[in-house]
């Protein structure tokens, strides 16, 4: 059994429409103390447990295991709305929906029944999934052996594990029997013997995500809680696009969110520049020039973040290796545009509120902190590179997961 969170029991989300609510109603509340929380890196623990207890890390259990089943439209913006409020209380779910969509592609139905049920209750799953010093990020070397009962036994060390110190269940990337084997995921409960999570996470930005070590030394973990993940890419697939689409939408709202502090920043705060000949900042033509500016590029990252959702809804719906190219190419647009409107947008702050914002004290620095530190999950350079291919040649992007 998993360990329970301290939340109690979790609302059940209905629709769509209820799901937006919750999460514009959440996103105002985490707003307030977002920059405390980074400056005096004060771990999101009761947040987290308001998310649990609202019911959105339920909001894509299919409707015939009792959820809402909400589109990848509704599921983006809500990821937009929290990054906006606060980058690294948005970054801490995006792995549970990754693994909650694992489950949906690949488990049998008792296990649906089991971990969907777990998910509705309010249980959250953090992630054990990428390695240091390994060749490169897919190089896997935490070993899954099978044991004579039919169990296994897990073995390995896991880097940039966010979520996973405020998990109830840690879902673990492991190849079976280590090397090249197949690879699958494991569920292991946040307390199970042989299970350490370390807080070693000393990133200059996402401060609170708490993305630090995970040791797995001989768990036991019992054969219906492993799900054989390697299944997922032998035919047309969407588990990059969704995992993509979810940190599309980190990155959309922390442009976002920049933006908004920028203006009222420089509505309340900042002086006018003497050559401007007004009364007020907010009216100096060339700040409302770049204002405008930068407002084009967000709005264009949540239009392009918009469309790719569609195509990841329309791929669910019907999916080819044709509709999953699709998404997956409108998702790496999506992304490609997002993390780099995102880290201009941060760093324009400064450029428009002036010297004053840069005070330590202010903590304006939060966003481009957080948006350097999150565009660096994979690199925007290979999703143009797949784009070209797609749009030049018709070659269809890979089936890595990444993408």
Same mark, same amino acid.
Request: glycine share 12%.
């Given at each position: 059994m998993s360990e329970r969170s301290a939340a109690g029991p979790a609302k059940v989300i209905a629709d769509d429409v209820e799901a937006l609510g919750v999460a514009r109603s959440l996103a105002e509340e985490f707003?307030?103390?977002a920059s405390a929380r980074d400056a005096e890196r004060r771990?999101?623990?009761?947040?987290?447990?308001?998310?649990?207890?609202?019911?959105?890390?339920?909001?894509?259990?299919?409707?015939?295991?009792?959820?809402?089943?909400?589109?990848q439209g509704t599921l983006a913006e809500i990821f937009r709305l929290l990054a906006a409020a606060d980058a690294s209380l948005a970054q801490i779910p995006q792995s549970h929906f990754v693994y909650v969509n694992v489950i949906?592609?690949?488990g049998t139905h008792a296990q649906r029944e089991f971990f969907f049920g777990e998910v509705?209750?309010?249980?959250?799953?953090?992630?054990a999934q990428s390695e240091a010093g390994t060749q490169h990020v897919q190089d896997i070397r935490t070993r899954l052996t099978p044991r004579l009962d039919g169990s296994y036994t897990l073995t390995g060390v896991k880097h940039y594990s966010t979520g996973a110190l405020f998990a109830d269940?840690?879902?673990?990337?492991?190849?079976?029997?280590?090397?090249d084997g197949a690879l699958h995921v494991a569920y292991v409960p946040r307390g199970a013997d042989g299970v350490t999570v370390v807080d070693d996470w000393d990133g200059m930005g996402q401060r609170t995500t708490a993305s630090g070590t995970v040791r797995l030394e001989d768990v036991r973990v019992p054969a219906d809680r492993v799900?054989?993940? !390697?299944?997922?890419?032998?035919?047309?697939?969407? !588990?990059?696009?969704?995992?993509?689409l979810l940190h599309a939408a980190i990155d959309a709202g922390i442009a976002g969110g920049a933006l908004a502090?920028?203006?009222?920043?420089?509505?309340?705060?900042?002086?006018?520049?003497?050559?401007?000949?007004?009364?007020?900042?907010a009216d100096d033509p060339l700040l409302v020039q770049r204002f405008g500016e930068l407002a084009v590029r967000v709005r264009a990252s949540e239009a392009l973040l918009g469309v790719a959702a569609r195509q990841v809804d329309a791929a669910r719906a019907d999916l080819t290796d044709d509709s999953a190219a699709e998404a997956s190419i409108a998702v790496a647009a999506a992304k490609a545009h997002a993390a780099a409107t995102a880290v201009e947008v941060a760093g324009a702050l400064f450029e428009v509120a002036g010297t004053r914002s840069a005070l330590n004290s202010l903590n304006l620095h939060r966003h481009w902190r957080d948006a350097r530190i999150h565009t660096l999950h994979d690199p925007s350079r290979w999703k143009i590179q797949h784009i070209g291919r797609y749009v030049l040649n018709g070659t269809r992007p890979p089936r890595h997961g990444l993408l």
């Open positions: 707003r307030a103390g771990l999101p623990r009761a947040e987290l447990d308001r998310l649990s207890a609202s019911g959105l890390l339920a909001v894509t259990v299919p409707a015939e295991y009792g959820g809402a089943d909400v589109t949906r592609r690949q509705l209750a309010g249980r959250r799953f953090g992630n269940w840690i879902p673990v990337l492991a190849r079976e029997g280590g090397g799900l054989p993940h !390697h299944l997922t890419f032998q035919g047309p697939q969407l !588990h990059g696009a969704v995992a993509q502090e920028a203006a009222e920043f420089v509505r309340t705060k900042t002086r006018p520049w003497f050559e401007a000949g007004v009364d007020s900042a």
